[in-house]
């Protein structure tokens, strides 16, 4: 049955390529690696019940699953009609950047989150590592040379198939777009970065606007603490004067900022 709960409507944009649907401007991460699967799943659930249209996750943060779980059973409770009112992106791993695993990894993905199309599939960082499971921290003895041409062709045709609707890049700098934009047929949608006010980017984020790349924001609020060290963005002292002098709270101030 569906929700009698209300929901909010996020504004949308359009991507500068690739055929995708227009992307709500605010999405819900999902790099919940010490979450267990069924809460990730419950969390998706309860977020699209509130509103959201945008999931981000990646293979590393092994979230496909419960994500695509989550959406699956809003569409069974009524609370959207199909995957398709769901923007989802998800991320090609520094150990499946090789040309020919692109394709194989991208399937992998979609058959974690038994869907069969992604909103939009990006490049997770510009880094190599040599192929098999994921290894964080990475190490140094399996780092290998990124190939920007290969891999960007791999994921060109990852679109032309239709099996992510966009593609792009994230954490790249303007020297990786350097290296990858004379080959790129299709630029890049998305560059995906950190972006808050400890965090500004601002010779990223001019490039990005010449070249039409939309530039997305990671860690708005100043990321999450996986080893316990303070949150420089959220425990600012001026940030939090801010906050009490627009008697909103700092959360607030960033959000406002992302979109100022
Ligand atoms: N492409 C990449 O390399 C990359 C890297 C990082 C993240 N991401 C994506 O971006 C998403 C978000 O980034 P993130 O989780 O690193 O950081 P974030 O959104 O900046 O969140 C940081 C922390 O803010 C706290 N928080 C959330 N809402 C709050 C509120 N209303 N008031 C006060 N504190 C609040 C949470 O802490 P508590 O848990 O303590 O409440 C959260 O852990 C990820 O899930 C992932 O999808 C991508």
């Known amino acids: ?41 419950n969390v998706v659930l309860a977020a699209i019940e509130l509103g959201f249209r945008h999931f981000d ?29 769901v923007f989802v992106t998800s991320k090609l791993w520094c150990t499946q950047c090789h040309p020919d695993l692109v394709l194989p990894s991208l399937r992998e993905t979609l058959e974690n989150l038994q869907m069969e199309y992604l909103d ?24 290998l040379p990124f190939d920007f041409k290969g891999v960007w062709q791999a994921m060109e045709e990852c679109q032309r198939l239709g099996l992510a609707r966009a593609i792009g890049v994230s954490n790249f700098t303007t020297k990786h777009l350097d290296k990858t934009l004379p080959f790129a047929t299709i630029t890049p949608a998305v560059n995906q970065v950190e972006l808050n006010p400890v965090c500004q980017q601002p010779k990223l984020r001019r490039y990005c606007a010449e070249k039409g790349i939309h530039v997305q924001a990671f860690s708005p609020l100043g990321g999450q603490s996986w ?19 627009r008697g909103k709270t700092v959360a607030q101030v960033l959000m406002y900022y992302i979109f100022s």
Request: hydrophobic share 40%; net charge neutral.
């Open 1 to 41: 049955m569906a929700s009698t709960r209300s929901t909010t409507v996020v504004p949308e944009l359009s991507l500068p390529s690739g055929n995708a649907r227009p992307v709500p401007v605010i999405g819900l991460g999902t790099a919940a690696i010490f979450l267990p699967p069924e809460a990730t799943k």
């Open 57 to 85: 996750t990646a293979y590393f943060y092994g979230t496909e699953k419960p994500l695509g779980e989550g959406v699956a059973e809003a569409v069974r409770r009524g609370l959207i009609k199909s995957r398709e009112e």
């Open 120 to 143: 939009l599939y990006l490049i997770h960082m510009p880094v190599c590592q040599k192929p098999g499971p994921p290894v964080f921290p990475a190490r140094k003895e399996d780092a």
């Open 227 to 245: 080893t316990g060290e303070r949150n420089a963005v959220l425990e600012s002292q001026v940030l939090a004067e801010i906050a009490k002098a």
